[in-house]
T-cell receptor, first 113, second 113 residues
Framework: AQSVSQHNHHVILSEAASLELGCNYS??????LFWYVQYPGQHLQLLLK??????LVKGIKGFEAEFIKSKFSFNLRKPSVQWSDTAEYFC???????????FGSGTRLLVRP | GAVVSQHPSWVICKSGTSVKIECRSLDFQATTMFWYRQFPKQSLMLMATSNEGSKATYEQGVEKDKFLINHASLTLSTLTVTSAHPEDSSFYIC?????????FGSGTRLTVV
């Protein structure tokens, strides 16, 4: 079955630390990859997406992600986090031109000032 | 950008009653909408995909008679939780596919007492 795994459930960092959140998906085929952020009390917002082309994708707010096909991974990175990055982050994948999005379990990030 | 408006944002209902949640696309036509359920501290689980003018497609394990989905127009999809029970208490989120990916409603917190 198609699935998405986020191995880091809770991450606590100090401001200016670097961030990397892991995301792996279950099997190959043509994939569309997404990272969403959910700030406390708010709805999901798109951080970045990958459909094709350059596997290193830059998104909003200084986030980027790298698609590594051989590892079925799409890890999210930010070189220097801010307190305002405290939120929950979701990786999501759709396969083979399907509209269905499968979400990972999410990672709660707490950035200490 | 494409905006999806979801109402109500929260609702409390008595066990055995039905609750309707609306999802409207404000500035675009949404031929396909998705309904998710999010349990506390868990990820979004796709419940069903609704297509305008046709029957919704439900994910495995989702009771189609309990969660009635109607997508009668290109701008409105509704989810009705029928004969609600406390275990139906959850956060329900709608989403629509747009050219660059997906846009999400702000969610509805349902509490069944």
């Amino acid at each position: 079955a198609q699935s998405v795994s986020q191995h880091n459930h809770h991450v606590i960092l100090s401001e200016a630390a670097s961030l990397e959140l892991g995301c792996n998906y279950s099997y190959g085929g043509t994939v569309n990859l997404f990272w969403y952020v959910q700030y406390p009390g708010q709805h999901l917002q798109l951080l970045l997406k990958y459909f094709s082309g350059d596997p290193l994708v830059k998104g909003i707010k200084g986030f980027e992600a790298e698609f590594i096909k051989s590892k079925f991974s799409f890890n999210l990175r930010k070189p220097s986090v801010q307190w305002s990055d405290t939120a929950e982050y979701f990786c999501a994948v759709s396969w083979d031109s399907s509209y269905k999005l499968i979400f990972g379990s999410g990672t709660r990030l707490l950035v200490r000032p | 950008g494409a905006v999806v408006s979801q109402h109500p944002s929260w609702v409390i209902c008595k066990s055995g009653t039905s609750v309707k949640i609306e999802c409207r696309s404000l500035d675009f036509q949404a031929t396909t909408m998705f309904w998710y359920r999010q349990f506390p501290k868990q990820s979004l689980m796709l419940m069903a995909t609704s297509n305008e003018g046709s029957k919704a497609t439900y994910e495995q394990g989702v009771e189609k008679d309990k969660f009635l989905i109607n997508h009668a127009s290109l701008t409105l999809s509704t989810l009705t939780v029928t004969s609600a029970h406390p275990e139906d208490s959850s956060f329900y989120i709608c989403s629509a596919s747009v050219g660059y990916g997906y846009t999400f409603g702000s969610g509805t917190r349902l509490t069944v007492v």
